[in-house]
């Protein structure tokens, strides 16, 4: 009797020692990760703002694929939430307020758990890279969360090796889907012709595209300042593809309701004549708009179709680097003269 009474002393004062110890855990906890993501902060933004897009890169459905994942109408955005089941509850994440491609914050709940914060925070990092900080914290503890957290080790054991992993694969996902694209050859069309606004010049091919970041926008401002209306997508006219020497002559142009008398003698007034055209359509980075006049060219020889000897061969940009940050979205159409 001595000896269970003294085994149960022994149990009551380990008992005691294990809520002392629980007890003066902190009442609060924080778990922070921070990846630099090769990707631009527009892109990273429009992937993590909607909860669609989140299961491809969990880390914990990753390690649980039985874990159901349920979709509402609204998964985007302030208000967008989605919920998940696995073996251990039911939880639920909420986006309550964002800065567009700087901040998200969120709320999470799970089962019977007090409510965590969620921030993201993205610092654009040079040329087309993101970091992103992502952060989970919660305060105002109750003894029941602070004995789970302690009995699994700490928050920052459960939850930092998670957040690592999900932000490794959200930089693969990332990476991967900017390189999809898309060549599509639609046939012979009818390009209508029309005004345009547009200035000119030559260089060799590797500088083609400086060359045409400088010069696209001061045609732009141009026709800002001046009130003139656009009638359509920018787009640039080659006359000149050089492979032998390596140079390139083209203008860079933009469309016009009527013909446009200029006061800048860098920027010039030229029209189209209707024409016939092969059309070809590129989604994706414009690296890829080789392959595209390639594959262009190819079905020109293919079909027995004739390029005239000063025949047009013209890029109009239907989205902008700007309204569009995944380069997998960009689109290009092609027109290349054929008789």
């Keep these: 009797?001595?000896?269970?009474?003294?085994?149960?002393?022994?149990?009551?004062?380990?008992?005691?020692?294990?809520?002392?110890?629980?007890?003066?855990?902190?009442?609060?906890?924080?778990?922070?990760?921070?990846?630099?993501?090769?990707?631009?902060?527009?892109?990273?933004?429009?992937?993590?703002?909607?909860?669609?897009?989140?299961?491809?890169?969990?880390?914990?459905?990753?390690?649980?694929?039985?874990?159901?994942?349920?979709?509402?109408?609204?998964t985007r955005g302030i208000n967008g939430f989605y919920s998940w089941e696995d073996e251990d509850?039911?939880?639920?994440?909420?986006?309550?307020?964002?800065?567009?491609?700087?901040?998200?914050?969120?709320?999470?709940?799970?089962?019977?758990?007090?409510?965590?914060?969620?921030?993201?925070?993205?610092?654009?990092?040079?040329?087309?890279?993101?970091?992103?900080?992502?952060?989970?914290?919660?305060?105002?503890?109750?003894?029941?969360?602070?004995?789970?957290?302690?009995?699994?080790?700490?928050?920052?054991?459960?939850?930092?090796?998670?957040?690592?992993?999900?932000?490794?694969?959200?930089?693969?996902?990332?990476?991967?889907?900017?390189?999809?694209?898309?060549?599509?050859?639609?046939?012979?069309?009818?390009?209508?012709?029309?005004?345009?606004?547009?200035?000119?010049?030559?260089?060799?091919?590797?500088?083609?595209?400086?060359?045409?970041?400088e010069m696209m926008p001061k045609i732009g401002d141009y026709a800002i300042t001046n009130n003139v209306t656009m009638a359509g997508k920018p787009f640039v006219i080659y006359h000149k593809w050089d492979t032998e020497n390596n140079t390139v002559m083209f203008s860079c142009c933009i469309p016009t309701t009527s013909k446009i008398i200029t006061t800048d003698p860098e920027v010039l007034t030229g029209q189209l004549e209707p024409f016939k055209a092969v059309k070809t359509i590129l989604k994706g980075d414009y690296d890829n708009l080789q392959e595209a006049w390639n594959k262009t060219m190819a079905y020109i020889t293919t079909n027995n179709l004739v390029q005239p000897e000063t025949g047009m061969a013209i890029e109009s940009y239907v989205t902008s680097e700007h309204s569009t940050p995944n380069p997998a979205n960009w689109v290009t159409e092609i027109y290349l003269e054929v008789e």
């Design 89 to 213: 509850g039911v939880g639920t994440m909420k986006t309550v307020d964002t800065k567009v491609n700087e901040i998200i914050v969120q709320e999470m709940q799970f089962a019977e758990f007090p409510k965590s914060d969620v921030k993201w925070n993205l610092k654009p990092n040079g040329t087309n890279k993101t970091d992103v900080t992502w952060t989970i914290s919660g305060k105002e503890l109750p003894f029941g969360f602070k004995a789970f957290s302690a009995f699994m080790g700490g928050m920052e054991k459960q939850i930092g090796p998670h957040f690592e992993r999900g932000l490794e694969k959200l930089d693969s996902v990332l990476v991967v889907d900017m390189k999809k694209y898309s060549v599509t050859i639609e046939d012979i069309t009818e390009h209508s012709g029309g005004f345009y606004l547009y200035n000119t010049t030559s260089c060799k091919m590797e500088d083609f595209k400086t060359k045409m970041q």
């Design 1 to 74: 009797m001595k000896a269970l009474k003294y085994i149960l002393f022994l149990l009551l004062i380990l008992f005691i020692g294990i809520a002392i110890y629980i007890a003066v855990q902190p009442n609060s906890f924080e778990v922070t990760r921070t990846k630099t993501i090769n990707a631009p902060a527009s892109v990273v933004y429009e992937n993590v703002i909607d909860f669609k897009n989140w299961e491809a890169w969990s880390s914990w459905v990753e390690a649980k694929p039985q874990t159901k994942i349920t979709l509402p109408e609204q």
